[in-house]
């Protein structure tokens, strides 16, 4: 069973920035895809990044330009650096892999942008 584990959220001020960790329990080189979902209060989660096996990158239009998706083989970790946050980038953040249709969900880490 594949394990995933979020760190690296809390509460950071406007224009700030934070970087969300997401640590698998096997070879990330193994799934598809990994993605950063994000879920607010009242509302349905929806998608932020995605990195596939080859490296190609994708982005929600709300993020683009402040958020980067990345990743460390040798440490089995996807990342996702945040720049400029805004208050409306406050949510529960979830990290997302798959192997063909077998997909697998972290915990969450929730990510408060605020004075």
């Known amino acids: 069973q594949v394990q995933l584990v979020e760190s690296g959220g809390g509460l950071v001020q406007p224009w700030g920035s934070a970087k969300l960790s997401c640590v698998a329990s096997?070879?990330?080189?193994?799934?598809?895809?990994m993605r950063w979902y994000r879920q607010a209060p009242g509302l349905e989660r929806e998608f932020v990044a995605s990195?596939?096996?080859?490296?190609?990158?994708e982005y929600a239009e709300s993020v683009k330009g402040r958020f980067t998706i990345y990743r460390d083989g040798a440490k089995k970790t996807m990342y996702l650096q945040m720049t400029a946050l805004k208050p409306e980038d406050t949510a529960v953040y979830y990290c997302?892999?798959?192997?063909?249709?077998?997909?697998?969900w972290g915990q969450g880490t929730q990510v408060t942008v605020s004075p």
């Open positions: 096997e070879n990330i080189f193994n799934f598809n895809t």
């Open positions: 990195i596939n096996v080859g490296g190609k990158t």
């Open positions: 997302y892999a798959n192997i063909l249709s077998r997909q697998w």
